[in-house]
């Protein structure tokens, strides 16, 4: 077979019902199309004039009316654009997809630019078909000497094109809606979806009732010439005259938005106002971010903070998506970052690749600059607070926090920039950045290295058995091969040593129920040691994050462990004497409690009113979080048992000395089962179970203690 080229032949008949079907998700949007295609069509005449191929009247003001009529079940869009002729109605309307918008500023590409044109794909007046039996146009072009055109189709590929009545320049679509759509010429109906798509375009739009009986009441000196006056009404004393007149078109927009402007010309009221009447939220936002770009793209906009109810699992906010002042969408997630869904605002990109229905984004790596974008703004304005500003930034941070550390858990490049921007609050109320967390711990190790230094020198540096144990004192360690022969280090364990000094591990103890952790806190105060209060769950896979990315920093919750701090001294040899103690407890604490293993420590606390308390290392705690967080159903977060978990005896308590002398006696099993619960109830609520026993024990106490 010989090569043969040719092209696609399109079948309208086929290809016609699928762009009324399909080419649309939402019916309503019929509106939004046809109103765009009008405020372009005006757009060229204004930009016509500018160009001196046309001359506009003095007193001509750009305007679209919306008419709608419930009994013919009727709306009628109409413009005083540049209008079009026969030969243009058959281009632009009766062949599919040829952009009048695209035609124009290709004709005029070297003297107008794009940037205020809507249209580009010559498809949106195709969207009436969606919900009418009939369209009709009614036009007439600008140019000198042109007739009127009348145009019409009932939904099919055929159409008729005569000659019109229209004697002012201009287009108005008609459009005879199908019994499924007859709801779109109810007035209240079409201003929704209007204030929903048309808010903020670039021509002001009028709606209105045909023949509406309505009325509204003027002041006389209001009167305009296209006002129809019903009558004048009785004048009050020391009042202006009234007027009952037809009810005018009720303005529907607002065509020089807020976000349009710039930063310099907007106060603080301005931008309350946008907000309240954009999201109906009537609670003061916290701040907001102003967007303001024209390179590398053209992006201007608004973002708010609401205040965040952290209460609430599921938060979202709203921001609107917006195209040369059109509504595309509402939270958009290719081109708005997904932890900034959490904001209320505005973003208007003319420089958006839409698809041709212009209701989603084709996806492409200009979509993401622009995210990225947002997203660097965004942390700029916060660090910048906290610099310039840290009291205010301060107050905000309860209400941000959640927001800016999911920010930091779903984008790197924001965490990175955010870093040093993260609050936390100490045990004092008092916010404190993570470099100022670091110099409190950094000044902790340096306070502990001279309190050792201090009791070494007042023992008389002094060495034996019965020696204080001190922690500052240098431990030698010798380097063996595998065959346990000393290795020469050859002089370079200095280096070293210098290289781990300067790597040297940051603690950041931290708190996340202060009132359960209410002893331990109290602990730490005593000590002098300094913690934050990280209460909710998202702090957990946060702090986990920074640690990974700021190495040899790591955050332990306060009842992790016990430091030297919080014990007495104690020689070595009593030391070994304590822990023979706690094994041979142990034995005693986990047949009371009928545990088969429990992990007893036995140490001098330096607070002798607390008998007991439980710690759990950091790794493990979180290992129990992350199964609670993760679990599936059946899955049982038991498994861990209690590893990791220590109970631990004060030996300076009564009441542990009781237990240590008295091993054997009749009421042992009952106080340690108390002190266990009891040190449990400080580091994490009882289950059900438990928690009866512990009531039921304490009456039994209670009763012992009354005979």
Not at 219 to 234: F, N, Y
Not at 265 to 273: K, Q, S, V
Not at 544 to 565: C, P, V
Not at 604 to 633: G, H
């Amino acid at each position: 077979m010989n090569t043969k080229t040719g092209n696609f032949s399109i079948n309208s008949e086929n290809i016609f019902p699928i762009i009324k079907k399909w080419l649309y998700s939402d019916h309503d949007i019929f509106f939004r199309e046809l109103i765009s295609n009008s405020c372009d069509a005006i757009t060229k005449l204004k930009k016509l004039e500018m160009m001196g191929e046309h001359e506009i009247a003095d007193d001509w003001k750009a305007k679209i009316s919306v008419v709608v009529c419930p009994e013919e079940k009727s709306i009628a869009i109409s413009d005083n654009g540049l209008g079009m002729t026969a030969s243009e109605v058959e281009e632009y309307i009766s062949q599919i997809a040829f952009s009048g918008a695209t035609d124009f500023i290709e004709k005029y590409k070297d003297k107008t630019n794009e940037e205020q044109i809507i249209g580009h794909f010559g498809l949106g007046f195709y969207s009436s078909f969606m919900v009418a039996d009939e369209v009709r146009i009614d036009t007439l072009s600008y140019q000198a000497g042109a007739e009127a055109v009348h145009w019409r189709c009932d939904g099919g590929t055929e159409f008729s094109m005569n000659s019109g009545d229209r004697t002012s320049v201009g287009t108005t679509v008609t459009v005879f809606l199908n019994d499924e759509s007859v709801a779109f010429s109810n007035e209240y109906r079409a201003r929704e979806v209007l204030k929903k798509y048309c808010s903020f375009m670039p021509v002001e739009i009028f709606l209105s009732k045909k023949d509406s009986d309505d009325t509204q009441t003027i002041a006389a000196s209001e009167l305009l010439d296209s006002d129809t006056v019903i009558e004048e009404l009785e004048e009050k004393k020391d009042e202006e005259k009234k007027l009952k007149i037809r009810k005018r078109p009720e303005l529907l927009n607002e065509i020089n938005p807020l976000w349009m402007r710039h930063p310099n010309e907007c106060d603080r009221e301005e931008y309350l106002t946008f907000y309240r009447s954009v999201f109906q939220d009537y609670k003061e936002p916290l701040f907001w971010i102003h967007l303001n770009m024209d390179y590398p793209f053209n992006l201007k906009g608004i973002l708010y903070f609401p205040k965040i109810n952290v209460d609430y699992e599921a938060i979202e906010g709203v921001i609107k998506l917006y195209n040369n002042q059109v509504f595309i969408a509402d939270n958009i997630k290719e081109v708005i970052p997904e932890f900034l869904l959490l904001l209320k605002g505005v973003i208007d990109c003319p420089d958006l690749p839409l698809n041709v229905s212009r209701s989603a984004l084709q996806n492409d790596g200009f979509v993401q600059k622009i995210a990225d974008y947002i997203s660097r703004k965004v942390a700029d304005k916060l660090a910048g607070m906290c610099k310039v500003d840290k009291e205010e930034y301060e107050k905000h941070w309860r209400d941000i926090a959640p927001f800016i550390k999911f920010g930091c858990l779903r984008d790197d490049k924001f965490c990175d920039k955010m870093t040093d921007y993260i609050l936390f609050e100490n045990l004092d109320g008092k916010y404190l950045t993570l470099p100022e967390c670091l110099e409190i711990a950094k000044t902790d190790i340096d306070e502990d290295e001279d309190e050792g230094e201090a009791a070494n020198k007042e023992s008389g540096g002094k060495k034996g058995d019965d020696e204080t144990d001190d922690s500052s004192t240098p431990v030698i360690a010798e380097i063996v091969d595998e065959d346990g022969n000393v290795i020469e280090d050859g002089g370079e364990q200095d280096e070293d040593d210098d290289e781990a000094a300067g790597k040297e591990e940051k603690v950041i103890f931290y708190v996340t129920d202060p009132v359960q952790q209410s002893q331990y806190i109290k602990m730490f105060r005593d000590a002098k040691k300094d913690a934050v209060v990280l209460p909710h769950h998202i702090d957990q896979p946060f702090i986990s994050q920074l640690e990974s990315k700021n190495e040899h920093i790591t955050f332990k919750r306060i009842d992790a462990d016990l430091t030297d701090d919080f014990k007495s001294k104690t020689t070595k040899k009593a030391a070994k004497a304590m822990d023979k103690q706690a094994e041979e407890v142990g034995k005693t604490i986990a047949k009371a409690l009928k545990k088969d293993k429990i992990n007893v420590k036995i140490e001098k606390l330096k607070n002798k009113k607390i008998s007991a308390m439980i710690t759990l290392t950091e790794e493990s705690r979180r290992m129990r979080d992350m199964a609670k967080t993760y679990a599936m159903p059946g899955f049982d977060t038991g498994m861990f048992g209690q590893e990791g978990e220590t109970l631990v005896l004060n030996a300076n308590h009564p009441l542990v000395q009781y237990v240590l002398d008295n091993k054997d006696y009749d009421n042992v099993n009952l106080i340690c089962e108390q002190l266990y619960d009891l040190a449990m109830l400080q580091h994490s609520p009882l289950e059900a179970e438990a928690m009866t026993k512990f009531v039921a024990r304490s009456n039994e106490i209670m009763l012992l203690l009354a005979k």
